[in-house]
């Protein structure tokens, strides 16, 4: 149990457009999701926590209308990557936290972007 | 403020050998920790977590951590590393933000 799928697992872009990627809990509730961004060889960083039904809380020096977070139900978030330019690219992973209030996040396989 | 510190980038290890992988948090309170493993291009997976109680932790895939307050430390251990442990390790805090901070990571190397 507790599976996190992310799709797609990876994606190619060109400057400027726009790309979203979804986040699932397949079988179970989140009421928070969290993503994360991941440069090469180096750590994870939050990016932002979204909880279903309200707005995403984004962390300092993200900029929110470039990712756009939606948590539209118990098992679905998505970002979406506006505008994107090559700086954009990045391994991004999402997790999910249990609405039965467990203190562990599963996370999701991650989503390669490569922006050209 | 909550930090993690993996002072090893990268070790090295033969295959069967022992293994201990560092990790010192900083937190006021005694935090929530956690140690995952991340496989080329793939997602984490959490291998064992510390939330109270006995500071022993057992793990999946036969590793281990070990709680120290006073050291401000929770090392990941293996007695015998297997091939397949070559991975990518990170140490997590979480404090009372309920967000995870992860460490740096150490990238594990196995020779046979």
């Known amino acids: 149990g507790a599976v996190v799928s992310q799709h797609p697992s990876r994606v190619i872009c060109k400057s400027g457009t726009s790309v979203k990627i979804e986040c699932r809990s397949l079988?179970?509730?989140?009421?928070?999701m969290f993503w994360y961004r991941q440069f090469p060889k180096q750590s994870l960083m939050l990016m932002a926590t979204?909880?279903?039904?309200?707005?995403?809380?984004?962390e300092q020096g993200v900029e929110k209308d470039k990712f756009l977070i939606n948590h539209a139900s118990l098992t679905l978030s998505t970002l979406t990557v506006t505008s994107a330019h090559p700086e954009d690219s990045s391994f991004y992973i999402c997790?999910?936290?249990?609405?039965?209030?467990?203190?562990?996040?599963?996370f999701g396989p991650g989503t390669r972007l490569t922006v050209t | 403020a909550q930090s993690v510190t993996q002072p090893d980038i990268h070790i090295t290890v033969s295959e069967g050998a022992s293994l201990e992988l560092r990790c010192n948090y900083s937190?006021?309170?005694?935090?929530?920790l956690f140690w995952y493993v991340q496989s080329p291009g793939q997602g984490l997976q959490l291998l064992l977590k510390?939330?109270?109680?006995?500071?022993l932790v057992q793990g999946i895939k036969g590793f281990e951590a070990e709680f120290k307050r006073s050291q401000s430390s929770f090392n990941l251990r293996k007695p015998s590393v297997h091939w397949s442990d070559a991975a990518e390790y990170f140490c997590?805090?979480?404090?009372?933000?309920?967000?995870?901070?992860f460490g740096t990571g150490t990238r594990l190397q196995v020779f046979p």
């Open positions: 937190y006021g309170a005694t935090p929530y």
């Open positions: 997790s999910a936290r249990p609405r039965t209030g467990e203190d562990e996040q599963y």
């Open positions: 510390y939330f109270s109680g006995d500071t």
């Open positions: 979204s909880n279903e039904g309200s707005k995403a809380t984004y």
């Open positions: 079988d179970f509730q989140a009421t928070t």
């Open positions: 997590a805090v979480e404090g009372n933000t309920d967000k995870l901070i």
